[in-house]
């Protein structure tokens, strides 16, 4: 259960189902989360709550992750959020494309969500969301 000092974590993924469990991962470890199905609206929930953490789907319509990933990166907000891709893409010239597009890391579903914790937890402190 997430508490007042909780980190934030924004998700967005266009599989309900996968959006549903990643939010009940997180919010297991004690993470603030908020969640959306789309591009626009989570560029729009980032803006409005500057989360510490943003995991995003890559390949989703409208406004896929990348281009969310770069204008989030635009805005330069300080601290800088950790931005984490998950998706289908495997290749490593995809890889580099969500480097490129300012994503922190890349991984691939199915997700190891007790790893991309890992990365999320060394790079947010509780302290960060304060």
């Not at 929930?45 to 635009?74: F, K």
Request: glycine share 4%; proline share 7%; net charge negative.
């Amino acid at each position: 259960m997430p508490t007042r000092s909780a980190a934030r974590l924004l998700i967005a993924d266009d599989d309900p189902n996968l959006l549903a469990a990643y939010v009940l991962f997180f919010e297991a470890q004690g993470y603030q989360t908020r969640a959306t199905g789309d591009g626009a609206h989570a560029l729009a929930e980032y803006s409005a709550w500057r989360p510490n953490a943003v995991v995003l789907d890559v390949q989703m319509p409208g406004m896929d992750g990348r281009a969310v990933a770069r204008e989030i990166r635009h805005l330069q907000s300080a601290p800088a959020p950790l931005l984490v891709a998950i998706t289908a893409l495997t290749s490593l010239a995809e890889q580099d494309e969500s480097l490129r597009a300012g994503f922190n890391h890349h991984f691939v579903k199915p997700a190891d969500l007790p790893v991309i914790l890992a990365a999320i937890a060394n790079h947010v402190r509780p302290a960060d969301s304060d």
